[in-house]
């Protein structure tokens, strides 16, 4: 089992910044990949970037050149810097780890509110 707790959500207005943060405990050492996902209301959960234990990562088209995971691994921490916010990024974004030892499994946090508006 893995847990995962977010932070960093809140009100910016637009071409402001965030940082949020996801912390991660239980079996941190079976975790391959972990990221972040976004929901916007009526819209499906989409993918906004991950990064693999290797350091490999991957982002959303729409997000690429303004938001930059990272991760610190003595803190077991995933961050996502998010630049340049736009009223589209409006959303609830969810931390996730995907897990491969005895099989797949993927983990989310709670969820934490981001909202663009002037």
């Known amino acids: 089992q893995v847990q995962l707790v977010e932070s960093g959500g809140g009100l910016v207005q637009p071409g402001g910044s965030l940082r949020l943060s996801c912390t991660t405990s239980?079996?941190?050492?079976?975790?391959?990949?972990r990221g972040w996902y976004r929901q916007a209301p009526g819209n499906q959960r989409g993918l906004v970037a991950t990064?693999?234990?290797?350091?490999?990562?991957n982002y959303a088209d729409s997000v690429k050149g303004r938001f930059t995971i990272s991760r610190d691994n003595a803190k077991n921490t995933v961050y996502l810097q998010m630049n340049s916010l736009a009223p589209e990024d409006t959303a609830v974004y969810y931390c996730?780890?995907?897990?491969?030892?005895?099989?797949?499994?993927?983990?989310w946090g709670q969820g934490t509110q981001v909202t663009v508006s002037s």
């Open positions: 996730y780890a995907r897990t491969i030892v005895g099989g797949t499994y993927d983990y």
């Open positions: 239980g079996n941190i050492f079976s975790i391959y990949k």
């Open positions: 990064i693999t234990n290797g350091g490999s990562t």
